[in-house]
């Protein structure tokens, strides 16, 4: 409007952003190189030696490798300026992997830091050393951490445990133990900003050594509330999957609606009911009227809670996996894996220290607060997470969308919940295309009898909104609606069939593709509506084949046509009509689209099987001349369908004189009618409805928003999986806590699924027999238990079972927790012989044969196939058979369901060993209970299958003090 | 990570950035590099959050203002880095800075409304609720301890609240008890539901007819506030099927931007008249009618007012020295105030 004007506003804001630069780096971003760097580096002045190093972090931001000042900037580490170090630490940092060696050299400096007056130093000191990620200076970073856990400065003490997950990630097995042990410590720090800091590392490097949790478990949830944000987060993370493994899933609980599908079916529902009465009382009524529909959608919402919760313990690939491929229903979690939210103090605690949560400024905390009392709170306090949820709807498009990803899941396996707030589903012209799609989701989802018509009045202003896809989803979306609350299928019938009839003045000259895409949604919704209950939507569809001349987008047409041969036999005025219907269709026959064609050919086969009477010849004569159009078309396709129908009908078309009645009754004479009856004439039964094929992760998971398992992923753990301690409150739980100071076994069997396989049995019985004598420690196996029962149980699990039955009790539970998945599993034993040499300085030990017992597990491959190695090895003195595996390219020469594995034995003990065999764990198991002394013959071993499977290997016979032997074993995987 | 809590945070990265830089763009960031890459090393660390409680990163990071900047210029000497580690740290209150002193103490608190409301093309109010903040910017000395409550905390829907607030006595008595940090804070934010009217409204007409399509748009108040409501504009993103649009108003400006946006700014609406807006528009040739019909974004800004209603009962100071000067203030603006035509 006024171009002068904006000139001199536009030079105005130069000239005032001139002036805002005076002072700031801008010079040295524009310019980094006007000047020698290098000389500035060595300057005596901290001054200099700031501009330079700002010159250099110039030119990292612009792109430019500046690594060759490496040395000089090294030197400067020494430097007395904060200012200096900080600038020295971003560029170390940035370029220390690149230049180990010179980074090397800035290691005293960071010692002499750490010894420093002043906190921050050490701080940083510490940030830095642990940055530089190397494996030669690993175990000097442990001795700083550990000695800046016991700093008395809090930030010292935080910046140690951010430093261990760094130091974890070098993987350098010799300190995990000692990171573990520094992670505990922190954990119990008094310092609340402390606690946040180790609830992470944790987190990464432990998140399932539980009794570092069970130690302060009370004082971890009372401090929650004082964590600084990001650790609330973790930490709420942290102490659900601790509470699920400790005490399993609530029985008052969502997830416990599994066993209510069985026993109180009736109480959930009503109890959906009861919800939905306090504040929606049309609804509730709507229930007792039409009491089938209520009752198949409590069916559904059962159901999804059930498979919801069944996703969250094992993972939804392992469980959907599971159901398509045994398809024996899901197996039942045991009593014994739930508790009771009202008696249970630490369930109690948990949920009492996150429900302030759910008013905290983060979004996230609010996520993972809500995700607590999703899965852990009595049904009727869930209703607590809504206005949090739906606040959080008040914030940026990207966590809009995160958020409505979480609510949907929420909504779907519990509707009532979010029924009365549908409003907050509205949509707004602000919000992007994705979150209009998940609102209208939600939205039909929850939709009540009471607020059924505001949502249609919506739906009609969003079908006029300028964006058209938006406009096709809200008319999809009406059609889920109706599927929904059947009562409402005529009102939205005739409002999709006014929509059609208004869809077609636009689409008439077909500019447009979003117009085409309104008007086919809206015909595969009406499709789907009159899907449900054909016979009292006859006049639709009458209506529908009228408006077929005005209808111009083939995929619509395409859909009209295919009801006319669907529906050609429904009601009466339908038949009356087709022969005008078909006769127009053949008509129209060149004029088509491929899709149409194909639908064309299809439906009037469809309806002359049909046929009654005298239309028969009509619809032959009308088929014929379609069928030679169709022959001599262009596309190859309509070719091909055309010439496959003329020849399975070709008596239906040939007899055309003869009388048809005899043709149809005598089905031997020609097979080829029949065979088309099935193909054309199967007339779909309402289809059993689709098994749902939801994926549900954790909420607030990232897996939950891209719907896969997003590396890092893990399932809560199994229910009751950390077995307990008996401690204070042991009269809570009688009967409970009567089952698990049960000797160990039974608890065992009782947790394993049903579908258990036989091996799964056997393999536990050997065990068993195996470690007979020592079965009455049950109560001290604590630890070693728990850790083999993590979830992330190694492909191969390798124990020594003559040196401690704790370590072998704890491989076998997880053996058989994962049989319990499914996952079929074989289990490999070697027995290794031992035998010290008795010609070597033999002393008081000679006479005694020491036996030595390995197990191998190896699991499910198909997931996860890595190389990884794992040692026999004695983590104490590094003495004993290292053994190595990895999978071979090489075929075997025996069978093709055999897959070959190479392993490497190598002898790291100080003796020489003998007779080093592998063999099938089963076969043997005779021998083994028999006596443990000797290795089995493997005599037993072909019998067992057609294919074995375990192919032995050639034994070793001697393996001298640090030799190597190889050799392949093939194996076979179910 | 949770996805939210990766969003949350650089919400957060972007909020410190911009209130050290004084706003958030290419230019900015490359002027100030070196302070933007020290914030982020304090930020975060190794992926995940370090400190984020600006009044921490505050004192570990000097802010560039003007006093800094020229003696910069003066000396050539410019340290942004503290070289002690801030007290905050340590505290139990690490929002707030260690033992600040003012000459006069003084506290506002001011509530800051936003109204969403969506109006249907009946004209209906489908949906009118307040989301609304209470903002408070403290320069008090010492370590203070506050007590704000509302006479109304009943109609509040929902809350969330800065880390500052203790939950035990909202939960009891729906009282906001807390220790503030210096300067300004959000201190809670509050949404009100169901709200029965909105104090303006907007009526738009569109008729189309042979290729054309005549629009009308009315501006007037409806529930009088009490106080004038200003900065009034309404804005529409004209349909991608409208080749051209000629627009009118008798009062305030309209402008069509390259964007197929309108704006409409009317500021104050006169006593004398009414504002209306009047127009056509030409339609994509060989389309009769119009079938698919913008949404109308309007906003304003009512001075003083609490449209919510929520009202401040009173603030009690604890801990201070000398009594301070307590000020409070109202603001209701629109937000996602829509009018569907």
Redesign the interface.
């Known amino acids: 409007m006024f171009p002068q004007f904006g000139a001199t506003a536009e030079t105005l804001s130069k000239a005032s952003s001139m002036v805002f630069r005076i002072g700031t780096d801008a010079h040295l971003y524009d310019d980094p190189e006007d000047v020698n760097i290098a000389p500035l580096l060595d300057s005596k002045f901290d001054s200099e030696k700031c501009e330079a190093l700002k010159r250099l972090l110039a030119l990292i931001a612009q792109g430019f490798d500046v690594s060759n000042f490496f040395p000089q900037v090294v030197k400067n580490v020494a430097t007395q300026s904060l200012e200096v170090k900080k600038l020295v630490y971003l560029y170390l940092l940035h370029y220390a992997e690149k230049r180990p060696n010179e980074a090397l050299l800035s290691i005293n400096c960071f010692q002499k830091d750490l010894g420093d007056p002043n906190a921050l130093v050490r701080a940083w000191a510490l940030r830095a050393m642990a940055g530089i990620r190397l494996h030669v200076i690993s175990s000097l970073v442990l001795v700083a951490v550990g000695k800046c856990a016991r700093d008395p400065s809090v930030y010292v003490r935080k910046s140690a445990a951010n430093a261990l997950p760094k130091l974890y990630d070098l993987r350098l097995e010799e300190h995990t133990s000692a990171i573990e042990e520094i992670v505990g410590i922190l954990l119990n720090d008094q310092s609340p900003g402390v606690v946040g800091a180790a609830a992470a590392a944790f987190a990464s490097i432990c998140p399932s050594n539980f009794s570092l949790i069970e130690r302060n478990y009370r004082r971890l949830c009372e401090i929650l509330p004082d964590v600084e944000e990001w650790g609330q987060i973790i930490l709420i993370g942290i102490l659900l999957r601790f509470v699920i493994a400790r005490h399993g899933l609530v029985e008052e609980s969502i997830m416990f609606s599994l066993r209510s599908t069985k026993s109180g079916k009736s109480e959930k529902n009503g109890e959906a009911t009861k919800i939905s009465n306090k504040e929606d009382t049309g609804y509730a009524s709507g229930n007792d009227d039409f009491g089938l529909g209520a009752d198949v959608s409590g069916n559904i919402d059962l159901e999804l809670a059930n498979m919801v919760s069944r996703c969250y313990i094992e993972g939804p690939d392992e469980y959907l996996s599971r159901l398509s491929y045994a398809n024996t229903g899901p197996s039942e979690l045991n009593v014994a894996q739930f508790t009771s939210g009202k008696s249970n103090d630490d369930v109690k605690i948990l949920l009492q220290c996150t429900s302030p949560l759910l008013w905290s400024h983060n979004s996230a905390v609010v996520l993972a607060a809500a995700g607590v009392h999703w899965i852990m709170a009595p049904r009727e306090n869930v209703k607590k997470i809504v206005k949090p949820l739906l606040f959080l709807l008040r914030s940026s498009n990207a966590s809009k969308y995160v958020v409505l990803c979480n609510i949907q899941v929420f909504a779907k396996a519990m509707p009532s919940l979010f029924a009365p707030h549908f409003e907050d589903f509205f949509i707004c012209s602000s919000d992007s295309y994705q979150i209009k799609t998940l609102k209208l989701e939600i939205l039909s989802s929850i939709v009540t009898e009471s607020a059924i018509s505001f949502v249609f009045k919506e739906f009609q202003d969003y079908i006029r909104d300028p964006d058209r896809r938006f406009a096709a989803d809200t008319v999809a979306a009406i059609g889920l609606c109706s599927q929904r609350l059947p009562d409402m299928a005529t009102t939205c019938l005739e409002g999709l069939l006014a929509l059609t009839r208004q869809e077609f003045l636009s689409s008439d000259f077909g500019s447009v593709d979003g117009e085409a895409g309104v008007l086919i949604q809206a015909i595969m919704s009406i499709q789907s509506i009159i899907k449900q209950d054909p016979p009292s939507h006859e006049k639709v569809i009458i209506q529908l084949i009228r408006s077929l001349d005005s209808v111009k987008v083939p995929a619509a047409r395409a859909i009209i046509i295919w009801m006319v041969g669907e529906y050609s036999s429904l009601g009466e005025t339908i038949p009356r009509t087709l022969s005008t219907v078909l006769k127009y269709l053949a008509w129209h026959f060149t004029s088509e689209a491929l899709e149409t064609k194909l639908q064309i050919l299809n439906s009037i086969v469809k309806v002359l099987l049909c046929a009654e009477g005298q239309d028969i010849q009509s619809f032959k004569r009308v088929l014929n001349y379609v069928l030679e159009l169709a022959e001599c078309d262009l596309n190859y396709d309509v070719r091909d369908r055309a010439r496959f129908l003329r020849k399975i009908l070709s008596s239906n078309l040939d007899y055309q004189g003869l009388e048809e009645e005899t043709n149809i009754l005598s089905p031997n004479k020609d097979l080829a009618y029949v065979l088309s009856g099935h193909i054309f004439g199967g007339q779909t039964k309402s289809s059993p409805p689709e098994p749902i094929n939801y994926r549900f992760y954790l909420p607030g998971s990232l897996s939950q928003i891209v719907l896969h398992a997003a590396p890092g992923y893990e399932p809560l753990p199994k229910p009751c999986s950390l077995p307990r301690v008996d401690n204070v409150d042991q009269g809570t739980n009688g009967l409970e806590r009567a089952r698990n100071s049960d000797s160990f076994d039974t608890d065992e069997t009782d947790s394993l699924s049903g579908s258990l396989d036989e091996e799964g049995a056997s393999d536990y019985g050997s065990e068993h027999s195996i470690s007979g004598s020592n079965v009455s420690g049950g109560s001290n196996e604590t630890g070693s238990a728990s850790e083999g029962d993590d979830n992330t149980d190694p492909l191969i699990q390798i124990s020594d079972v003559g040196n401690a039955f704790e370590n072998q009790h704890g491989v076998s539970h997880s053996g058989s927790a994962d049989l319990g998945e499914l996952i079929s599993k074989r289990a490999l034993e070697s027995w290794l012989d031992d035998q010290p040499n008795s010609s070597n300085t033999s002393t008081s030990e000679q006479s005694q044969v020491r036996v030595s017992t390995a197990r191998i597990f190896i699991g499910d491959i198909r997931h996860r196939v890595k190389t990884k190695s794992y040692t026999l090895l004695d983590p104490a003195n590094g003495n004993g058979l290292k053994v190595d595996y990895s999978f071979s390219s090489e075929v075997s020469t025996i069978s093709p369901h055999l897959v070959s594995v190479e392993i490497c034995f190598k002898n790291c003990s100080s003796e020489p060993m003998s007779d080093i065999l592998l063999e099938d764990e089963e076969s043997n198991k005779d021998s083994n209970s028999a006596d443990q002394t000797l290795v089995a013959t493997d005599s037993s071993l072909t019998s067992h299958n057609n294919v074995p499977i375990l192919v032995p290997m050639e034994e070793i016979t001697y393996l001298e003090p640090g030799q190597t032997a190889k050799r392949i074993i093939q194996l076979y995987f179910h | 990570?949770?996805?939210?809590?990766a969003?949350?945070?650089l919400?957060r990265v972007a909020d410190v950035l911009s209130d050290y830089l004084g706003g958030l763009n290419e230019?900015v960031i490359?002027?100030?590099?070196?302070?933007v890459?020290?914030l982020l090393?304090e930020m975060i660390?190794?992926g995940?959050?370090?400190t984020?409680?600006p009044n921490i990163l505050r004192e570990?990071i000097a802010q560039?203002n003007i006093v800094?900047?020229?003696l910069?210029?003066v000396t050539?000497?410019?340290?942004?880095?503290?070289?002690?580690?801030p007290g905050a740290?340590?505290s139990?209150v690490?929002w707030r800075t260690s033992e600040p002193k003012y000459a006069n103490n003084e506290v506002y608190v001011d509530l800051v409304e936003e109204m969403?409301a969506?109006i249907?093309?009946d004209g209906a109010l489908?949906?009118c609720e307040i989301?609304g903040e209470v903002q408070v910017n403290s320069h008090l000395s010492g370590l203070p301890d506050l007590t704000l409550s509302f006479a109304n905390p009943s109609i509040l829907?929902?809350?969330?609240?800065?880390?500052c607030v203790r939950?035990r006595p909202?939960?009891s008595h729906q009282i906001l008890s807390f220790v503030p940090p210096d300067g300004q804070f959000?201190l809670m934010?509050y949404?009100v539901k169901k709200l029965k009217s909105t104090p303006i409204y907007v009526k738009p007409q569109l008729t189309s007819d042979a290729g054309t399509c005549r629009v009308n748009v009315m501006v007037g108040i409806r529930n009088d506030p009490g106080k004038t409501i200003d900065s009034i504009t309404v804005q529409f993103?004209l349909?991608?099927?409208i080749l051209s649009a000629d627009l009118t108003s008798n009062h305030g400006t309209v402008n069509i931007l390259t964007n197929k946006t309108c704006s409409w700014s009317i500021g104050r609406i006169p006593k004398d008249k009414a504002p209306s807006m009047s127009g056509t528009f030409v339609l994509?040739t060989?389309?009769?009618?119009l079938?698919?019909?913008?949404?109308f974004?309007v906003s304003f800004r009512i001075m003083g007012v609490a449209l919510s209603g929520l009202q401040i009962d009173k603030l009690d100071l604890k801990n201070l020295p000398n009594r301070p000067y307590k000020g409070f203030r109202a603001l209701t603006r629109a937000g996602?105030f829509?009018v569907?035509s």
Not at chain 2, 1 to 5: E, H, K, S
Not at chain 2, 76 to 85: K, M, R
Request: with cysteine; glycine share 2%; hydrophobic share 30%.
């Open positions: 990570m949770p996805p939210l809590m969003i949350e945070f919400c230019d490359k002027d100030n590099f070196v302070i890459y020290e090393d660390d190794n995940f959050p370090l984020t409680e570990m560039p800094s900047k020229v910069s210029v050539g000497n410019s340290s942004n880095v503290s070289e002690t580690l740290t340590a139990c690490p969403d969506t249907n093309r489908v949906k989301y829907d929902d809350v969330r609240f800065h880390p939950f909202w939960e959000k934010s949404r993103k349909p991608p099927c994509e060989g389309l009769e009618r079938h698919v019909f913008p949404t974004q996602e829509e569907r």
